[in-house]
């Protein structure tokens, strides 16, 4: 007889406002024990690649950064990656260090951002306050310079759009100081607390094998020991000509993904620092007369892991085909490795962990055989903030105040 | 390896293929009928073996495209797949997904979009079209208006 009943479903999604794309996951659950993962995503298709044939070559760059508003320097960066070596077309070299000094930013305040998320959902909301509240003084540099918090889009083919003005470097220096002190006692209150070790260590393993199956990029992949960084191993922009470290952690579960990004974001406040005191003289753009038929790709490390686009041109003024490949599509799926067999109150931060677009988490809800909600997704983030509360219980520590930090 | 030895290594699979062509030291493209085209994937991912990126679909004018990206990261290679499909009424390839999980999305994308049949695909559902989309119109087709 085939099995009449029907096992429980935990719904997570599909519609966020905050989200950069909406999904839609559909966990089975087998009492606490999350048993099957199905995902259904593209609730906000916007036919980016298709758009993208109607668009001159030079006004792609500002329909890229729009794919995301955290990675609106990586897109494009890859974008022009592709073009300029389609096209042959060489940069100056001051462009390149401004392209890397915006990526940079836009790396440190994404990885701030999600410290402070991930903080939230395990019931830390002083890392919540404090993480957010250290990231504003990136988004405002960003603003200085590019003239847009979000949604920068300075890179263009053949340079940038907006400069990085000389009399601004001192300034961006003092503020990266004050940034790397605060992220510095944030690291230290994050990876010396023994609650946090216990609630997210040995939680969301993706082991190396996994992450090379799922083919996963970025911290997602660093976290599982795979150490690959698009910056370093086809170094683009200016990265060949400084000097920092590829973070990795080979234990593959929530807190290896946290110190990946925690440990990168100084590294990355170290490449601003490089790039601003060799920033050399000259312009930021070259004139762009032709793209000539042709194909090429290329490829940018974005905050959550390798942006790839591929550019075909028949020698028009927009190109015949744009593939874009966003991290999130590889890293996305690997959960379906990294969520079985977790109870219900780990899965918000292992769906969390990847950083994809956590903001679907808040769209939980469990629902019995007879279609009723058990749990919202108020009700499972409590289940997440318990745990951790319990524990803390257990170990016997207080929590996390702000006169602490 | 370094860029000579994988070089090599490639061209292990050449009887496979219809072209080699080194576009620069760290862009190689690999041309291939689609029919061979699962041989050469599974020798790229699991004997070389690289990093699998994307897939990009095409439709070409006589035929169709499926574009395998691959990357060496170790040399900072990127190593493109091109398969063609010349049947235009039934269009249909191997899916690679059954060794490569990473290219069970992308296969489902471009079934949708450009209607290529990916055979023995373990899932092979909607991904990003609507469920109310019309069955058989294949957006990203020539014959589709921007």
New interface residues.
């Given amino acids: 007889m085939k099995e009449t009943v029907k096992k429980p479903i935990l719904a997570v999604g599909p519609f966020h406002p905050l989200q950069e794309e909406m999904e839609f996951f559909q966990l089975t659950i087998d009492g606490e024990i999350v048993t099957d993962i199905d995902v259904r995503l593209s609730y906000n298709h916007r036919g980016i690649e298709k758009i993208s044939e109607s668009l001159q070559f030079d006004q792609i760059p500002f329909l890229v950064s729009r794919i995301c508003g955290i990675c609106s320097a990586s897109h494009p960066t890859a974008y022009v990656n592709a073009v300029e070596e389609l096209a042959g077309i060489k940069p100056p070299e001051r462009a390149l260090y401004v392209r890397t000094i915006i990526n940079e930013l836009e790396r440190i305040h994404s990885h701030l951002l999600w410290v402070g998320l991930a903080g939230h959902f395990i019931g830390y909301d002083t890392v919540f306050m404090w993480a957010w509240k250290y990231r504003e003084p990136v988004l405002d540099l960003l603003e200085e310079i590019t003239g847009n918090r979000n949604n920068y889009g300075n890179v263009k083919v053949g340079g940038c759009r907006e400069d990085v003005p000389n009399e601004l470097v001192p300034k961006i220096l003092k503020e990266l100081d004050e940034i790397e002190k605060k992220t510095e006692m944030l690291t230290k209150a994050v990876l010396d607390d023994p609650v946090l070790h216990a609630r997210l260590k040995g939680v969301g393993i993706l082991s190396k094998e996994a992450a090379i199956k799922y083919a996963v990029t970025g911290p997602t992949a660093r976290g599982s020991g795979v150490d690959i960084d698009v910056r370093r191993d086809d170094p683009y922009a200016a990265y060949g000509d400084l000097d920092w470290n590829v973070i990795t952690q080979t234990e593959g579960d929530v807190f290896a993904k946290a110190v990946v990004r925690l440990l990168e974001t100084f590294e990355s406040i170290k490449m601003v620092r490089q790039a601003l005191k060799k920033l050399p003289d000259g312009p930021v753009a070259v004139e762009v007369k032709e793209i000539p038929p042709g194909e090429a790709v290329g490829h940018a490390e974005a905050p959550r892991g390798e942006t790839f686009h591929y550019v075909r041109s028949d020698g028009g003024n927009r190109p015949i085909r744009h593939k874009v490949r966003a991290p999130s599509y590889v890293n996305v799926p690997s959960f379906k490795a990294s969520c079985l067999g977790q109870r219900i109150a780990d899965v918000t931060i292992t769906l969390a962990a990847v950083d994809p677009c956590y903001s679907c988490t808040e769209r939980l809800a469990v629902i019995d055989q007879h279609n009723k909600v058990i749990h919202d997704g108020e009700s499972l983030l409590r289940l997440s903030r318990e745990k951790t509360a319990q524990m803390r219980k257990e170990l016997g520590v207080p929590g996390l105040k702000m006169e602490d930090l | 390896m370094n860029q000579e030895e994988l070089n090599n290594k490639l061209a292990e699979i050449k009887d496979k293929l219809t072209k080699i062509e080194l576009?620069?030291d760290?862009?190689i493209y690999l041309y291939c009928e689609g029919e061979n085209s699962y041989a050469v994937n599974k020798f790229l991912f699991e004997d070389v073996p690289l990093?699998?990126?994307?897939a990009?679909g095409?439709d070409s004018d006589d035929c169709f495209e499926v574009?395998y990206?691959y990357?060496y990261?170790?040399?900072?290679?990127?190593i493109?797949l091109k398969a063609f499909i010349r049947d235009r009424e039934n269009p249909a390839i191997e899916s690679i997904a059954p060794f490569?999980?990473?290219a069970?999305?992308?296969e489902r994308e471009i079934h949708d979009i450009l209607g290529i049949d990916f055979k023995n695909h373990p899932n092979m559902r909607r991904?990003?079209?609507?469920d109310d989309w019309p069955d058989g119109v294949y957006?990203?087709r020539k014959e589709v208006k921007?």
């Fill in positions: 576009k620069s760290t862009r990093r699998f990126v994307i990009t095409i574009i990206h990357s990261d170790q040399t900072g290679c990127v493109s490569l999980p990473a069970e999305w992308i991904l990003i079209l609507a957006p990203m921007k």
